[in-house]
């Protein structure tokens, strides 16, 4: 139920016990999105964020 749930996982990010607060391992380019899915696969990603803005920067 978002009414309760928005509060809770606010809750949640300000005490710092969300995941996603850990720093980014990837940031990714939308020109290597089929790169970045390979890496998933094959285990070598866990995760990435795929930035719009920073134009065609390798993948890091």
């Given at each position: ?9 606010e ?6 016990l969300l995941?996603?607060?850990?720093p980014?391992p990837?940031r990714?380019?939308p020109?290597?999105i089929?790169?970045?899915m390979n890496?998933?696969?094959?285990g ?5 964020v795929?930035?719009?803005d ?6 890091r």
């Amino acid at each position: 139920m978002p009414s309760r749930d928005v509060a809770r996982y606010e809750h949640i990010s300000r005490a710092g016990l969300l995941p996603g607060e850990k720093p980014i391992p990837a940031r990714i380019a939308p020109t290597q999105i089929n790169e970045a899915m390979n890496l998933l696969a094959d285990g070598a990603a866990v995760r990435g964020v795929i930035v719009f803005d920073h134009g065609d920067k390798e993948i890091r």
